[in-house]
């Protein structure tokens, strides 16, 4: 099984959870550098209360595809990967979506809310410039915040790793959580920062 890693970087913006960017969705379909990624980002094309994002694709590039998701889908997929069986799950390296083998991020406690899903894949990404909340009108959708969190709830997958804050230099201000593979599902606050990097191993 490959293991490789991936380094999710956040902005170390101080707002909390939202950004004053947004995006139209005609700027937000076009690929974007990200260092060594190009990234495109397929917009949803309707409002919801919660979307869920999947990071899916190649080294070189890779697509971020926004789809809707209720409160009711994520109780159904959190009971279902409760009762996963990691010694058959473990087996599957790459998900076509947010299945057990991912690493699922969430910007509410307790797996709820928006969600974002990743699989290690030896790429590296800007938080800042992945939409998590949208506003629609007549099919065409504004992303007006961004997965820079202070807060929320993770749920390991196949990949051991560690969330990192964005304290700066001063190792002495810096938390890291490290988590297992096939870990449980955590809350987390790093308030007054915020979420920095996600290492998957």
Same mark, same amino acid.
């Given at each position: 099984?490959?293991?490789?890693?991936?380094?999710?970087?956040?902005?170390?913006?101080?707002? %909390?959870?939202?950004?004053?960017?947004?995006?139209?969705?005609?700027?937000?379909?076009?690929?974007?550098?990200? @260092?060594?990624?190009?990234?495109?980002?397929?917009?949803?094309?309707?409002?919801?209360?919660?979307?869920?994002?999947?990071?899916?694709?190649?080294?070189?590039?890779?697509?971020?595809?926004?789809?809707?998701?209720?409160?009711?889908?994520?109780?159904?997929?959190?009971?279902?990967?409760?009762?996963?069986?990691?010694?058959?799950?473990?087996?599957?390296?790459?998900?076509?979506? %947010?299945?057990?083998?991912?690493?699922?991020?969430?910007?509410?406690?307790?797996?709820?809310?928006?969600?974002? %899903?990743?699989?290690?894949?030896?790429?590296?990404?800007?938080?800042?410039?992945?939409?998590?909340?949208?506003? %629609?009108?007549?099919?065409?959708?504004?992303?007006?915040?961004?997965?820079?969190?202070?807060?929320?709830?993770?749920?390991? @997958?196949?990949?051991?790793?560690?969330?990192?804050?964005?304290?700066?230099?001063?190792?002495?201000?810096?938390?890291?959580?490290?988590?297992?593979?096939?870990?449980?599902?955590?809350?987390?606050?790093?308030?007054?920062?915020?979420?920095?990097?996600?290492?998957?191993?």
């Amino acid at each position: 099984m490959n293991r490789g890693t991936v380094v999710l970087v956040l902005s170390s913006l101080a707002a %909390c959870n939202s950004s004053p960017s947004s995006l139209d969705a005609s700027t937000v379909a076009e690929p974007a550098p990200t @260092g060594p990624s190009a990234l495109t980002i397929i917009p949803p094309t309707t409002t919801s209360d919660f979307y869920q994002t999947v990071v899916s694709g190649q080294r070189g590039r890779l697509v971020v595809e926004v789809t809707p998701i209720t409160l009711a889908q994520e109780e159904i997929e959190n009971a279902a990967r409760t009762d996963r069986d990691p010694t058959i799950q473990s087996s599957i390296v790459q998900d076509a979506g %947010c299945g057990n083998s991912s690493f699922w991020l969430y910007d509410q406690f307790n797996g709820t809310g928006n969600r974002i %899903c990743f699989v290690a894949g030896g790429e590296s990404l800007d938080f800042a410039h992945i939409p998590r909340k949208w506003r %629609c009108y007549n099919g065409q959708c504004q992303a007006y915040a961004f997965w820079n969190l202070n807060y929320g709830s993770y749920w390991p @997958g196949v990949n051991a790793g560690e969330l990192t804050d964005d304290s700066g230099e001063d190792a002495s201000l810096s938390v890291t959580m490290p988590f297992p593979a096939w870990g449980p599902r955590m809350n987390f606050d790093m308030s007054p920062y915020q979420l920095r990097q996600l290492r998957l191993f």
